[in-house]
């Protein structure tokens, strides 16, 4: 895949740098816009529309929050040097979105096994936002398993 970032000028690690964020955004878009979408089908709802105001917010929510449990599984069990890497990343102020996926780009950068680990902690939030919609008593069934007791 070739570099697409309009400015070739950069040296080799500033072209990694920018190709292994736009891959950590990619797959972080996906896994949100798949969480929001099978949210609205358990709950019986359309699918999500672009020009709703809604429907954005929901999916910065769960950009925020996946990013967040992401961060929280990838630095269980790392090194204290790339522990510390990833904190002095996060640990600023502006947008938090920015500051987590930098997170993502270190741990992406640092670790042989990022993507399978990525990969395992996308499964469990998808099945979190499946089994969420369920426990939330949403559309899609949860009033009546609770009135027929198959909770």
């Known amino acids: 895949m070739p570099f697409r970032h309009p400015d070739r000028s950069a040296d080799l690690a500033t072209r990694i740098e920018f190709e292994v964020r ?3 955004e ?3 878009d996906h896994v949100c816009l798949e969480a929001l979408v099978q ?3 358990a709950r019986g709802l359309p699918a999500p529309r672009a020009d709703s105001v809604e429907d954005k917010e929901a999916y910065t929510a769960n950009v925020v929050r996946f990013l967040e449990q992401l961060q929280r599984e990838l630095t269980v069990d790392i090194a204290p040097d790339l522990l510390g890497k990833v ?3 996060t640990g600023g102020r502006g947008d ?3 500051r987590l996926v930098a997170a993502q780009v270190v741990l992406a950068r640092s670790l042989p096994d990022y993507w399978q680990r990525f990969d395992a902690a996308r499964a469990r939030y998808l099945a ?3 089994r ?3 426990e939330s008593g949403g559309e899609g069934g949860g009033l009546l398993a609770r009135l027929f007791g198959r909770r």
Do not use: F, K, M, P
């Open 128 to 130: 979190e936002v499946l």
């Open 26 to 28: 990619e797959a972080v």
């Open 132 to 134: 969420g919609d369920a």
């Open 22 to 24: 736009e891959r950590v």
């Open 96 to 98: 938090a979105q920015a």
């Open 87 to 89: 904190r002095e990343t």
């Open 39 to 41: 949210n609205r089908r």
